[in-house]
């Protein structure tokens, strides 16, 4: 049965393949090993808390940490921390480690590390564990409309 990310996709038209894979834990480094991928082609999808009732999503490599500071900036406000599970979860309408920015529950604006778009193709979360979406980097900022900053 199709996740919420992949019907929206194809709604809107985007290639992607679908990669499954057996998931143990939550976190890139294992989907990274799971799936033959490198660490720095699979994205991380972060729900932050930009603050005064606004969350944003953040787009990152997963071999590297996102830096609160530059996405504040980016977001143009004071403050960004990471969103707390229950919250992130609400908000995106997914499980933790299986978090897309497809379909989710409630519309937030997406950012995403300009270093990703230096790469042919990346794995990212389909909306459930196990299950990722390989796709141009390109076709993800374009269908989300991410505002592309160095956030790392």
Do not use: W
């Not at 480094?29 to 720095?40: C, I, P, Q, S, Y």
């Not at 590297?64 to 143009?76: E, G, M, N, V």
């Not at 193709?121 to 389909?126: G, K």
């Amino acid at each position: 049965m199709p996740t919420r990310a992949i019907r929206f996709l194809r709604h809107s038209g985007i290639p992607f393949e679908i990669v499954r894979y057996r998931h143990v834990q939550k976190g890139a480094a294992l989907a990274a090993r799971a799936t033959g991928f490198a660490l720095e082609k699979i994205i991380k999808t972060l729900v932050v808390d930009a603050g005064q009732g606004r969350h944003a999503l953040a787009l990152i490599p997963g071999n590297r940490r996102l830096d609160l500071k530059r996405l504040a900036l980016a977001l143009a406000v004071k403050r960004a921390a990471l969103a707390d599970v229950p919250t992130a979860q609400r908000l995106s309408g997914y499980v933790v480690g299986g978090i897309s920015p497809f379909g989710t529950a409630h519309k937030m604006d997406a950012v995403m590390e300009t270093q990703l778009l230096s790469v042919g193709e990346v794995l990212i979360n389909a909306g459930r564990r196990g299950i990722m979406l390989k796709m141009a980097p390109t076709d993800i900022a374009a269908v989300l409309q991410c505002r592309v900053l160095a956030i790392v």
